[in-house]
C-alpha cells in the first residue's frame, strides 16, 4: 500500500493530488518568539492563514486533492496541533516534517547530540508521532547553515536523516542544494538512493553559481525549484530573491533538457511569517496564479505540468518499504 | 524589587540565594522526544524545595537562568504564592552556544548577529513592560539581568550581549548577573564601560579554582562588584570546596569587603536536557553558614551576606 503521513494521518498517494512540496504555515529563527514585534494574536495567524490554504484547495481541484509539505523543522515554530486544526478545517493535506532547516537553528540540546540520538529523534518522529501529537512526520528536513558550507553540526544532521530515511522509508529535502558534495557523500555511505533526496532552492538568488544542479540530477537527485514568487521585481524583495524571468528560464531548461521526471516546484511563502516580514503579496498560490500561466506559455503541456505537480511528489513522499 | 508578584519592599526579602534555577531546560530539549514536561510534576518538585529552603529560614530565590533556559513565569507565581517564598525572575541570555539562531544568523545578509543595542532593548522591555511568555503575553517585570560568556573566553556576541545587558541595567535600575568567561576582571570591565556603576553588578563563579588563584574575588571586590561564590556545596576540579570557600569569606571580610560578598548555590530545582544539580536551596543556610561561625564570622557579618547584600544589589537603583 503506497501512504504518505499527513498531520491528520496517513493517506494514500492518490489521494495527494496537486502538491506544494516546499511551504510554510510559519517560519521563524529560533528565539524569535522571546521578540514582541513579530506576535500575532491567534485571531489574526487564523486570518492571514485560512484564506490562502482555502485558495490552494480550491485552486487545486482540478488535481484532485491539495497538499502542503509543510517545511519548518524542529526549533523554528512548528506548531503541529495548529495545522491539524487548518487542515481539518480547509481541507487541504498538510505534511509535517522532521528534521532541521539546518544546523544553524538547532537550538543547544540537538546541536549537542550525537548522529545517534538525532537518528533516534528522526525516527520516532516519524513512526510514533511529533511530541504529545500523535502525527507521524512525513518528510525530514535539512540544510546548510549560513556560509554556503556545510558545518560539521549539517552534516550529523544529514547522516542522522539519512538513516532515518533508510529506516522508515520516507524522503528528505533539503534548504539549499549548494555545497552538495558532502550530502551526496553521506547518502551514499548511508545507502540512500538520491532519489529520496530533493535538493532545494536550487533556483534562489543567492546560490546562483554555487549549484551543481545538472551534476546532482544526473546522480540521480530531485531538483527543488522552489523559490518560486520571491523576484527581484517586488517592491522589497528578500535578499535570496531573483529575476522572474531568469528563475523561469533556469527551470524551463531542466524541464526541457530531459530533466522532467527529477524537478519539483514550490513557492516557500509563509502563511503567516513567525519571526520575520515575510514578503507581502507572496503566497503559496503564486504557483497557480503566475507559475503555471508563465508554464503555459512558454509551451509546457498540462500532461508536464501534471508530472511537475502531482506524479513527481507522489513518487517522492510515497512511503517506501 | 521586582518579584514575579510584582515590587515587593526590599526589607521583605529576608535571606536571599541570589545565583538559583527553578526550571532548568537546556534550550531545545523542550522539542526532545524522550524527554517528558510534566508540569504538575515540576511544581510539586520545586514547591518541596522552596518550602524546605523557607523552612530553614530562606525568604527570597533568584532565579537568574535569564529568559531563553526554561523560564516559566506563570509557574513561578504560582509557586511564589503557595509556597510563600519571594521568586525574583530574570531577563538576559547567554553563552553564546545558548542563544537561538534568531540571535545568531539572522535572516538578514550577511547574517550578522545581534548588537549591543538590540539586547540592552530586549532586555530593558522585560523589565520596563514585563517578562515575556512567548507569543502569548508579558507577565511582571524581571527583577535581574543575567548573561554568562564562554569558558574558553568571550566571543563577539557575548562581549554584545554584555554590554547590552550593562545598557539595560542602566536604563531600568536593575542589577546585572554576569558569569565570567575565562577572564573576570577584563569581563566586568566591559560592563563597567558602559557606565553602569561597579555596586550594580555581580560577578559569579568567583569560586571557580582559577579565578581564586588569580585573586579575583578580592580584585573585584575592591573594584566595588558584589562577588558571588556561588557554588556552594561543590569541591570538583573546577571549584574549590566549602572549607576554601569559608576561608576566603573570612578573608574578604577581613579586607573589609565584606559588603561585597554573596553566598549561591546555583542549585537547579528541575532539569531537563541536561545534568542538573541537586543541591537543597537551603544549603547555604544549614551547612555553610555554620561553617562562617565556626571560623568566628560575627553574625552580623553573615547576616549582612546573606541578607543585607543582596538586598543591596537587587533594589532598583
Redesign the interface.
Known amino acids: 500500500m503506497s501512504r504518505v503521513n499527513t498531520v491528520l494521518g496517513p493517506i494514500a498517494t492518490e489521494e495527494l493530488g496537486f502538491v506544494a512540496v516546499h511551504e510554510h504555515i510559519g517560519y521563524?529563527?529560533?528565539?524569535?518568539?522571546?521578540?514582541?514585534r513579530w506576535?500575532k494574536t491567534p485571531e489574526e495567524r487564523y486570518e492571514e492563514t485560512v484564506p490562502k490554504l482555502r485558495a490552494f484547495h480550491d485552486n487545486a481541484r482540478p488535481y484532485g486533492g491539495a497538499t502542503f509539505v509543510e517545511a519548518t523543522g524542529?526549533?523554528n515554530g512548528r506548531d503541529v496541533d495548529y495545522y491539524k486544526s487548518l487542515s481539518a478545517k480547509t481541507g487541504v493535506h498538510i505534511v509535517a516534517c522532521t528534521g532541521f532547516v539546518g544546523g544553524?537553528?538547532?537550538?543547544?540540546?540537538?546541536?549537542r547530540a550525537d548522529v545517534d540520538y538525532l537518528t533516534?529523534?528522526f525516527v520516532?518522529?516519524i513512526t510514533?508521532g511529533i511530541?504529545d501529537t500523535g502525527v507521524r512526520a512525513g518528510i525530514i528536513k535539512v540544510g546548510v547553515?549560513?556560509g554556503f558550507r556545510m558545518t560539521d553540526l549539517d552534516q550529523r544532521i544529514y547522516r542522522a536523516a539519512a538513516r532515518a530515511a533508510v529506516e522508515t522509508g520516507v524522503p528528505i529535502f533539503t534548504h539549499l542544494a549548494v555545497d552538495a558534495e558532502p550530502a551526496i557523500e553521506i547518502f551514499g555511505e548511508e545507502g540512500l538512493p538520491l532519489h529520496r533526496v530533493l535538493f532545494g532552492h536550487v533556483d534562489d538568488g543567492?546560490s546562483q553559481g554555487r549549484v551543481r544542479d545538472t551534476e546532482i540530477a544526473d546522480r540521480g537527485g530531485r531538483l527543488g525549484f522552489d523559490t518560486f514568487g520571491y523576484d527581484l521585481e517586488l517592491p522589497d524583495p528578500?535578499?535570496w530573491g531573483r529575476p522572474r524571468r531568469e528563475r523561469l528560464e533556469h527551470f524551463l531548461r531542466f524541464i526541457r533538457g530531459g530533466y522532467l521526471d527529477r524537478v519539483l516546484a514550490s513557492a516557500d511563502a509563509n502563511c503567516s511569517p513567525l519571526?520575520?516580514p515575510g514578503v507581502k503579496g507572496h503566497t503559496v498560490n503564486y504557483l497557480f496564479e503566475d507559475l503555471i500561466p508563465d508554464l503555459r506559455d512558454a509551451g509546457v503541456d498540462d500532461a508536464a505540468i501534471t508530472t511537475i505537480f502531482v506524479d513527481n511528489p507522489a513518487s517522492f513522499l510515497t512511503i517506501q518499504n | 524589587m521586582n518579584t514575579v508578584l510584582g515590587p515587593v519592599p526590599a526589607d521583605r526579602l529576608g535571606v536571599v540565594a541570589v545565583h538559583e534555577a527553578l526550571l532548568s531546560v537546556l534550550p531545545g530539549a523542550e522539542h526532545a522526544f524522550d524527554i517528558a514536561i510534566d508540569r504538575a510534576e515540576i511544581f510539586e518538585t520545586l514547591a518541596a524545595k522552596l518550602r524546605d529552603f523557607r523552612a530553614q529560614g530562606g525568604g527570597t530565590i533568584v532565579d537568574s537562568a535569564g529568559m531563553y533556559h526554561g523560564r516559566d513565569v506563570p509557574l513561578y507565581e504560582a509557586l511564589s504564592r503557595a509556597t510563600g517564598v519571594h521568586v525574583v525572575a530574570s531577563t538576559g541570555m547567554g553563552p553564546e552556544p545558548l542563544l537561538g539562531g534568531y540571535f545568531l544568523t539572522p535572516q538578514t545578509n550577511p547574517p550578522t548577529p545581534w548588537p549591543a543595542e538590540r539586547f540592552a532593548d530586549l532586555f530593558a522591555r522585560e523589565v520596563t513592560e514585563g517578562m515575556v511568555v512567548p507569543r502569548v503575553e508579558r507577565r511582571g517585570p524581571a527583577g535581574l539581568v543575567a548573561t554568562a560568556a564562554t569558558r574558553e573566553g568571550m566571543t563577539g556576541t557575548e562581549e554584545s550581549l554584555f554590554r547590552g545587558a550593562a545598557r539595560a541595567g542602566l536604563a531600568t535600575g536593575v542589577a546585572v548577573s554576569i558569569r565570567f568567561g575565562a577572564d573576570p576582571v577584563g569581563d566586568l570591565e566591559i560592563v563597567l564601560d558602559e557606565g553602569l556603576p561597579a555596586g550594580r553588578v555581580v560577578v559569579g563563579g568567583l569560586d571557580r579554582r582559577e579565578a581564586v588563584a588569580a585573586g579575583a574575588p578580592l580584585e573585584i571586590a575592591r573594584r566595588g562588584a558584589f562577588v558571588a561564590l556561588d557554588h556552594v556545596g561543590l569541591d570538583d576540579d573546577d571549584h574549590i570546596g566549602d572549607e576554601e570557600r569559608a576561608a576566603l569569606v573570612v578573608e574578604l571580610v577581613a579586607a573589609g569587603l565584606g559588603d561585597r560578598v554573596l553566598l549561591s548555590g546555583n542549585a537547579i530545582g528541575v532539569a531537563k536536557g541536561h545534568p542538573g544539580r541537586e543541591l537543597p536551596y537551603g544549603h547555604v543556610l544549614s551547612d555553610f553558614a555554620p561553617r562562617l561561625h565556626a571560623l568566628g564570622l560575627a553574625d552580623a557579618d553573615v547576616r549582612r551576606i546573606l541578607v543585607d547584600n543582596p538586598r543591596e544589589l537587587l533594589c532598583r537603583a
Open positions: 521563524g529563527m529560533p528565539g524569535c518568539e522571546l521578540d514582541t506576535w524542529i526549533c544553524d537553528t538547532a537550538l543547544a540540546f540537538f546541536a533516534r529523534q520516532h518522529e510514533v511530541g547553515s549560513r543567492v528578500p535578499f519571526g520575520w
